[in-house]
């Protein structure tokens, strides 16, 4: 066995259930902050902090902390999946790490990319409606949640959202598309993407909303503006931070603003949450979903996925063994 295997194995032998699922949260979603981390998995910053740190000492994780420019200082810890991490989730898929399609080189190459603050904006709006599920029943709240990699192979013909999600009450599912605006791009970019999610949704017959977040409450009245001229053939909802959004308060960061009642569906006065959202557009449970079929006229009888996405909240801690690497 040479030093690498017995390394990996040692360190194998360390991780924790949550520790594995973090590991496959970071090669779903490229860069996670450490506040982000913190809201998804863990109970405080200190507990949050001290795994965190002693991952990245065993190369499970990377991290780096992006320089704002003079003035600004650093941001927060922005964390990666390390190699040793990647070994692990590997194995316990039965991939190679090659097979897993890691590398670390690109990873790193997000640091420097003037991507990275939209990649974390998006993470950021998931993180919300994630945390705000994790008082909730296992099947309610946020259910599902895709990446923007994995939204693209199966509906690049159509679309190219930020992410995909379900989310779910105790008789409801609202299967829904995201668009992270960060006033980067021309409204009339923003409004040319909405077509392509009329023709998904006549294709699979059917229709999941497009929930638009955008940077400011003048971007989002100018971009509603636009689009009540137009006709969209699907459900298009729109939010932004304060003053058109809920009012927050002290005991309310502005990151879990998301998971607030702050979306105005087109053509409506009022604004809601997920919840109300899945009550007006959700379809009863149990129903199709437009990731049963991403083409319907396609035929993936031979399709095996190698690569799940993981669950959104923190599974139930397990224990014993779990992969070749080791206990869970």
Request: charged residues 20%.
């Amino acid at each position: 066995m040479s030093a690498a295997e017995q390394r990996l194995l040692a360190v194998a032998g360390r991780v924790t259930s949550r520790d594995r699922w973090m590991f496959a949260m970071l090669y779903e979603h490229r860069v996670l902050t450490s506040h982000q981390l913190t809201r998804l998995a863990f109970g405080g910053d200190r507990m949050a902090r001290m795994r965190l740190t002693t991952l990245h000492r065993l190369q499970a994780v990377d991290r780096m902390r992006p320089y704002y420019g003079q003035g600004r200082g650093t941001g927060p810890y922005h964390y990666m999946l390390g190699p040793v991490g990647a070994a692990i989730l590997a194995a316990e898929r039965g991939q190679s790490i090659a097979d897993l399609g890691y590398r670390r080189d690109k990873l790193h190459a997000w640091m420097s990319s003037p991507h990275l603050g939209h990649l974390v904006g998006v993470n950021t709006v998931f993180t919300a409606w994630v945390y705000a599920s994790r008082t909730r029943p296992d099947n309610e709240g946020l259910t599902v949640w895709w990446s923007e990699r994995r939204t693209a192979t199966l509906w690049q013909k159509w679309i190219r959202p930020d992410g995909y999600g379900t989310w779910q009450t105790a008789q409801r599912r609202l299967d829904f598309f995201v668009e992270f605006d960060t006033g980067s791009e021309s409204l009339s970019q923003v409004v040319r993407k909405i077509p392509g999610y009329t023709r998904l949704a006549a294709s699979s017959n059917l229709i999941s909303p497009v929930l638009i977040w955008l940077p400011s409450a003048s971007r989002e009245r100018e971009l509603r503006a636009r689009l009540a001229t137009a006709p969209t053939g699907v459900v298009v909802v729109t939010a932004a931070p304060d003053p058109l959004t809920a009012p927050a308060t002290v005991a309310d960061p502005p990151d879990l603003a998301p998971a607030r009642r702050v979306w105005l569906p087109l053509h409506t006065a009022i604004r809601t949450d997920l919840d109300g959202l899945a009550t007006r557009y959700g379809i009863s449970i149990p129903a199709r979903s437009p990731a049963d079929d991403p083409d319907p006229h396609g035929d993936h009888e031979d399709e095996v996925e190698t690569d799940p996405a993981p669950a959104p909240r923190l599974p139930a801690p397990r224990f014993g063994s779990r992969s070749p690497l080791g206990p869970a």
